[in-house]
């Protein structure tokens, strides 16, 4: 299978903060990358759709200027959640799309908010 | 509105038993995935069906796609607590990946 990284795994921050979160796809090239949110004892939602070279595609309810997405290469797409606050600290999951196959994913990023 | 039902939400058998969890929507999807997902860990594909009534057997865990492509199901034959973890379906619709709540699965050894 193909693998996808995420760095950091975990990351604690105070209020006010901004954070990145990389994901990286290791061994294929990605041009979609997706980007999940998921709370404690909940599922995985779609937060945004990464596409290289062009801007993201968010899902509804999403803030883009708090989320901030870039997919500046074919191995790479960040997150950047801007001014991060309590309510913010979840668990982030990535995964990146191998045309003709399927969608792997990152072994998530958690993210505390103090 | 959830696309993707799972039931139940949580499931605590001994182990030994055998567990069917199922995964029901109103949609139609083009394909069906199963993952589990292991606490603190990001979610790891079983397997993925596509066609309406396919039925995949991965060792102990057999998968089917309901004939209407709009559900299915995940029978576990003699659960070990080794397969304790969430489970998750996921259906494809318009290149992205929709998930459900989940099954949360605990094997008592």
């Known amino acids: 299978g193909a693998v996808v990284s995420q760095h950091p795994s975990w990351v604690i921050c105070k209020s006010g903060t901004s954070v990145k979160i990389e994901c990286r796809s290791l061994d294929f090239q990605a041009t979609t990358m997706f980007w999940y949110r998921q709370f404690p004892k909940q599922s995985l939602m779609l937060m945004a759709t990464s596409n290289e070279g062009s801007k993201a595609t968010y899902e509804q309810g999403v803030e883009k200027d708090k989320f901030l997405i870039n997919h500046a290469s074919l191995t790479l797409s960040t997150l950047t959640v801007t001014s991060a606050h309590p309510e913010d600290s979840s668990f982030y999951i990535c995964?990146?799309?191998?045309?003709?196959?399927?969608?792997?994913f990152g072994p998530g990023t958690r993210l505390t908010v103090l | 509105t959830q696309l993707l039902e799972q039931s139940p939400q949580f499931l605590s058998i001994q182990e030994g038993e055998n567990l069917t969890v199922y995964c029901n929507s109103s949609s139609v999807f083009s394909s069906l995935q199963w993952y589990r997902q292991e606490p603190g860990e990001g979610p790891v594909l079983l397997v993925t069906?596509?066609?309406?009534?396919e039925v995949k057997k991965l060792k102990r865990l057999t998968f089917q796609f309901g004939d209407a492509r709009k559900d299915s199901s995940l029978h576990i034959t003699a659960a070990q607590p080794g397969d304790t973890g969430l489970y998750l379906c996921?259906?494809?619709?318009?290149?992205?990946?929709?998930f459900g709540k989940g099954t949360r699965l605990h094997i008592l050894p």
């Open positions: 069906v596509v066609t309406g009534g």
């Open positions: 996921a259906g494809g619709r318009d290149d992205k990946i929709i």
């Open positions: 995964s990146a799309y191998r045309d003709g196959d399927t969608q792997y």
